[in-house]
């Protein structure tokens, strides 16, 4: 069966949302979602979103450490396009609902904190739950939309996409490949369904379970990545992996971040012994950006030996701290840790990738008709390294300019030059009797990442890594056409795809910069990388 919509949103984060919201004014949209709505990386957003909103900021000082951050690899246009409209997103967003810290009167008037890497308050934030209360607010008005279809356990299998020859004068020069929908795992039915689409829009969000530790939910297995890469579109930067400095250690803490915004707030870094160590690493010391953090834990773990490092808060009022960070506090209590007593245990974890499928302006692929908005893709925003809570941003800016490029494009399309989708074809493939195939593949995967494709690398490790997980897909990809697949074998497909182009990126740059350290290339070189690195399947 093929089911048939205007437009069709992969994800549901506030990448997915707030474009689904904006198009259907136009025309019918669908959403597909892999489990709840709220299963997202939006969803888990601490500290908040920049933007400039007091007179002692300045867009060009938001342009400028987002330049800064990124380690020369920044597009600047991009960067001043995405601050410029910030506010504006924002201010969108306080129309549908959302519910953001103030100081005082008035709808706009923000209680504004600061991370690292930002040299002025400008992080918007409800609490310590910012993307939970910006998550609820477009849930909630997608639910009511008349225009929107919400199909949650529903995964996507791969991306539809044709050729077509375009015509100039009375030549024909070329073959535009597009997109036209996506083939659909429903999870209820363990059915895959056809789905045609005018427009489809990638929002999958990222790939930080393709490390062992990551702060990131389950969903984030890359999928967007994977898809757009198998139906020809090109992915660039990828080896820049961020590793977010502090996530909770502990046992029965899985996944569960401590906000880059209670550095912010003053709390320092210490080992074991109580010892503060910044001081060697950064003039900014605990406010310096992500990848110097991480490094610096990094090397501090490897020379003690121990587990973890600590974040120490104690020194700032119980009360305070309880009212700023309540989630926190909360989660901490809960695992017998006081954050007003005690230095709560942290140490690195995958967290946010800043390569992903390229994209021009206004999210628009190099496959026509398909679109990639937020994390899933490489805007040329964060370049070598993101800048805290420049994330947000980046979804709700290019949501909104991938909504008018798409709604036009739509308006546009001549829908003749679709040829007739065949059904999802399962015929020969049996009910899987190896699942030990998965579950061992993707744990190798996941420690393989870790241990060889880190916050520290080496050519030897990356080509290591490079073999072992060419053997895996040839394991995937015998499984994956004789059995039946199923959500988990989908995932692992994806993990290892974007696994590979991770090494492949961090081959490909011979130097080290932002987030991609090389022990064997410890300098940056801006004579011969200053340029992203770009990957694209022949189809």
């Known amino acids: 069966m093929t089911r048939k919509t205007d437009f069709l949103v992969i994800g549901s984060g506030i990448a997915g949302l707030s474009f689904a919201l904006k198009a259907a004014e136009h025309g019918q949209v669908t959403i597909i979602t892999k489990k709840k709505m709220q299963k997202t990386n939006t969803a888990l957003a601490q500290g908040g979103v920049a933007a400039v909103f007091s007179p002692a900021d300045s867009f060009d000082l938001h342009a400028r450490d987002t330049l800064i951050?990124?380690?020369?690899?920044?597009?600047?246009?991009?960067?001043?396009?995405?601050?410029?409209?910030?506010?504006?997103?924002?201010?969108?967003?306080?129309?549908?609902?959302?519910?953001?810290?103030?100081?005082?009167?008035?709808?706009?008037?923000?209680?504004?904190?600061?991370?690292?890497?930002?040299?002025?308050?400008?992080?918007?934030?409800?609490?310590?739950?910012?993307?939970?209360?910006?998550?609820?607010?477009?849930?909630?008005?997608?639910?009511?939309?008349?225009?929107?279809?919400?199909?949650?356990?529903?995964?996507?299998?791969?991306?539809?996409t044709f050729s077509s020859s375009i015509r100039s004068g009375l030549l024909t020069t070329l073959q535009e490949h597009s997109c036209c929908g996506a083939y659909v795992l429903d999870k209820s039915t363990d059915e895959v369904e056809t789905?045609?689409?005018?427009?489809?829009?990638?929002?999958?969000?990222?790939?930080?379970?393709?490390?062992?530790?990551?702060?990131?939910?389950?969903?984030?297995?890359?999928?967007?990545?994977?898809?757009?890469?198998?139906?020809?579109?090109?992915?660039?930067?990828?080896e820049f992996v961020q590793f977010h400095p502090t996530c909770l250690y502990h046992a029965d803490a899985k996944n569960f971040l401590i906000s880059e915004a209670v550095r912010g707030e003053g709390a320092r870094l210490i080992d074991a012994r109580g010892d503060a160590f910044m001081h060697r690493y950064s003039p900014d010391l605990e406010l310096a950006c992500r990848d110097v953090v991480a490094r610096a834990i990094d090397s501090e773990l490897k020379k003690s030996g121990d587990d973890s490092v600590f974040l120490d808060i104690t020194h700032r009022d119980p009360e305070y701290v309880r009212q700023r960070f309540p989630n926190i506090h909360a989660r901490c209590l809960s695992l017998g840790i006081d954050m007003t007593k005690d230095p709560i245990p942290v140490v690195p974890a995958a967290h946010y990738i800043c390569g992903g499928v390229a994209t021009d302006l206004n999210g628009r692929t190099d496959v026509s008709r398909l679109y990639a908005v937020g994390e899933v893709s490489c805007t040329g925003l964060h370049g070598a390294n993101r800048l805290a809570s420049n994330s947000l941003l980046e979804a709700l800016v290019y949501a909104d300019r991938a909504y008018r490029m798409a709604v036009y494009e739509f308006k546009r399309l001549d829908q003749n030059t679709v040829p007739e989708l065949s059904v999802w074809d399962a015929t020969g493939t049996t009910d899987s009797d190896e699942a030990i195939v998965v579950s061992h593949n993707w744990d190798e995967i996941r420690r393989l990442m870790w241990n060889y494709v880190g916050i520290v690398r080496s050519d030897k490790r990356l080509h290591r890594a490079l073999r072992r997980i060419q053997n895996i897909k040839e394991e995937i990809n015998e499984y994956y056409w004789d059995f039946r697949i199923d959500s988990d074998l989908i995932e692992l497909r994806n993990i290892a795809t974007v696994a590979e182009l991770i090494i492949r990126c961090a081959l490909m740059r011979k130097e080290s910069r932002g987030l991609h350290y090389n022990i064997e290339y410890p300098e940056k070189d801006d004579q011969n990388w200053l340029k992203h690195t770009l990957i694209h399947k022949k189809i």
Request: aromatic share 6%; net charge negative.
């Open 69 to 160: 951050a990124g380690d020369g690899l920044c597009n600047e246009e991009v960067a001043r396009m995405v601050v410029e409209n910030g506010p504006d997103r924002i201010r969108e967003l306080v129309t549908l609902g959302a519910e953001f810290n103030r100081k005082g009167e008035g709808d706009f008037n923000f209680a504004l904190g600061q991370e690292g890497g930002h040299s002025a308050k400008r992080i918007v934030y409800a609490h310590d739950l910012t993307g939970k209360e910006i998550e609820d607010t477009l849930v909630s008005k997608v639910q009511a939309h008349q225009n929107i279809i919400i199909l949650e356990n529903h995964i996507a299998v791969n991306l539809i």
């Open 195 to 238: 789905f045609q689409a005018g427009v489809t829009l990638l929002a999958t969000g990222g790939a930080g379970k393709v490390y062992k530790y990551t702060s990131n939910p389950d969903i984030a297995t890359g999928d967007g990545i994977a898809m757009a890469y198998r139906a020809g579109a090109s992915v660039a930067n990828l």
